[in-house]
Structure formats: structure tokens, C-alpha cells
Nanobody, 114 residues
Framework: QIQLKESGGGLVQAGGSLKLSCAAS????????MGWYRQAPGKERELVAT???????NYADSVKGRFTLSRVGTQNTVNLQMNHLKPEDTGVYFC????????WGQGTQVTVSS
């Protein structure tokens, strides 16, 4: 059973930065993909960024140039560095991976004040 443990998040002013981390346990192979989705109040969950085992990263258009997703070495740990945050980045951020089925973290709140 794969489990995802998230850390980071919090409250920041617009223009600020935050870093989210996600560590997966229970997998003895490199998970593919790993990444982050987010859900704002009253909206559907949406892609933020994912990374493959080949380190190819896919970003949502809304975060390109501001967010950077990276894998820590060859581990099942990914970091999402979020810079130049905007109020519309506010939401619950969920770590995600897939192995036969989808796995989700419990979610971490990111709030960007204007």
C-alpha cells in the first residue's frame, strides 16, 4: 500500500513563496508519475504539476514560470517550490501518484492573501 505524506503549505502574502514536499512510502520502485493537484473552494480538483521517472515535468499553464517541481535524487520524494504566489493559487494541495490505481495525500492548505 502506497502512502503519501505531505508537508509545507500555510499562509503567505501575494508575491511570496512556499514549498510543499511529498514523500511516498510503500513502493520499492520509482513512482511514475508523482506530483500535485489542487482544489479551490467550489471548484474541481486541477493539475498543478507532475514529474515522470525520467524527470519530465508537466505544468499547468497557470503556474508555468512560477512553480518548480523536482524529485529529490532517486527517491520517491518531490518538492514543489511556489514563487510569486497569487490569491488564485489558494486551495488545498494534494500529492498524487499512480500505481495500478490513483493515490492521494490528505491535502495541505495554501492560502495566499492579497
Amino acid at each position: 500500500q502506497i502512502q503519501l505524506k505531505e508537508s509545507g503549505g500555510g499562509l503567505v502574502q501575494a508575491g511570496g513563496s512556499l514549498k510543499l514536499s511529498c514523500a511516498a512510502s510503500g513502493a520499492y520502485f520509482l513512482l511514475n508519475p508523482m506530483g500535485w493537484y489542487r482544489q479551490a473552494p467550489g471548484k474541481e480538483r486541477e493539475l498543478v504539476a507532475t514529474i515522470t521517472r525520467e524527470d519530465d515535468v508537466n505544468y499547468a499553464d497557470s503556474v508555468k514560470g512560477r512553480f518548480t517541481l523536482s524529485r529529490v535524487g532517486t527517491q520517491n520524494t518531490v518538492n514543489l517550490q511556489m514563487n510569486h504566489l497569487k490569491p488564485e493559487d489558494t486551495g488545498v494541495y494534494f500529492c498524487y501518484t499512480q500505481w495500478n490505481t490513483d493515490y492521494w495525500g490528505q491535502g495541505t492548505q495554501v492560502t495566499v492573501s492579497s
